[in-house]
């Protein structure tokens, strides 16, 4: 059996999806799975086992055109994507395609998941109508993906592997932060997407949220960020007090590597508690605008929403005067953590909690 999946950006989506192609594999044995994905995204699934062929959408071979497919499961909602999903031969067919109109459609075996995307404003539905649905939802992006498809259970989880030479250069680079390496390492991913302009920390929120959990709890902090929070960091870590450090991520893999030699992760951005779930890492995510019912935990991670009823609103700029980063409440955070650190372990000596 030939299946192509096309799931291309962004990159957490895609990381998020990867169970998905762990699963098609174990339900059809022997199945050939190819993953049509683009830029950084192909680099997440290069040495994942189940695939065993991956294109970038903007450099493919002519013969993916010429073959033919056992499914196609189309799954992004932009016309390059959806126009080579049309193309492709195949006896099944889910997910987004181009009509005879020229326009972005869905089949109707993918509603309950697209009817919560944009592609649904093309059925006659309305932004208002789709955020609804959103915020009415209780499942999970991947129990809502694999019941549409009548993929079988159980949800695996996501997979990156971390190398081992990355993992000794990062452990090298935390023994010069840190004086006391006994106790539990700490993540606070301050980054990601501005999508919604509320859902990244600014550097105040970071350090409020630092301040409140050395506190109370013995540990070492690593305040973590991408490439384009360099400067922000800076900022950070001159305010910081010690057994507290900033890291910048390079890349994907440096991300991954880092969560995977902490202890706990604490997270408004979605890419990171994905790669944490790929280390089988606890976390606690964070979630202001948008829905947390769309993630899976698989029983490592604990999901705090903010305090204001405005929550899950979905709005990319926020028209309320009060700020939902600021409306978490962190002894939620504090007892959260304490909690996974206890349950799960740590891989260094687990530090007094002082709440």
């Known amino acids: 059996m030939r299946i192509v999946i ?41 040495h994942n086992i189940s695939i065993k062929s991956v294109y970038s959408i903007d450099l493919y071979p002519d013969a993916i055109l010429s073959e033919k497919y056992d499914w196609v499961i ?58 609804l649905i959103k915020r009415a939802n209780k499942r999970s992006y991947l129990e809502i993906l694999y019941e549409c498809l009548a993929v079988s259970y159980p949800i695996y989880r996501p997979v990156f592997n971390v190398g081992a030479f990355e993992k000794s250069a990062i452990e090298r680079r935390l ?41 109370r709890i013995l540990c070492n902090i690593i305040v973590l960020g991408g490439i ?35 202890d706990l992760l604490i997270t408004t951005d979605s890419l990171p508690l994905h790669l944490a779930n790929t280390q089988a890492k606890p976390f606690i995510a964070l979630f202001g605008p948008t829905s947390s019912s769309e993630i899976d935990c698989y029983d490592r991670g604990i999901k705090i929403e903010t305090l204001l009823k405005c929550k899950c609103c979905y709005l990319r700029q926020c028209i309320e005067c009060l700020d939902c980063r600021d409306n978490f409440n962190l002894d939620s955070v504090v007892t959260s953590a304490v909690s996974l650190l206890e349950n799960f372990g740590s891989t260094t000596k687990f530090g007094d909690y002082n709440g």
């Open 228 to 262: 384009n929070e360099e400067v922000m960091l800076l900022d950070i870590q001159a305010k910081m007090s010690s057994e507290s450090c900033c890291l910048g991520a390079s890349s994907i893999s440096e991300l991954a590597t880092i969560i995977s030699i902490s």
């Open 6 to 46: 096309l799931k291309c950006e962004a990159l957490g989506d895609v990381l998020r999806t990867t169970p998905l192609a762990t699963s098609l594999f174990q339900q059809y044995p022997n199945c050939e799975i190819i993953w049509i994905a683009r830029g950084d995204s192909v680099l997440l699934l290069e």
């Open 74 to 131: 189309s799954l992004e909602e932009d016309t390059i994507t959806a126009s080579l999903a049309t193309k492709l031969d195949t006896k099944k067919f889910s997910g987004v395609y181009i009509d005879l109109n020229g326009q972005l459609n869905y089949t109707t075996d993918m509603t309950d998941w697209f009817s919560m995307s944009l592609v649904a404003l093309f059925k006659g539905h309305s932004l208002e109508e789709i955020n």
């Open 175 to 215: 023994e010069s932060c840190f004086s006391n390496t006994t106790v539990p390492v700490i993540c606070i991913f301050m980054g990601g997407s501005n999508k919604w302009a509320r859902k990244p920390f600014t550097p105040e929120q970071v350090l409020t949220l630092v301040d409140y959990i050395k506190q």
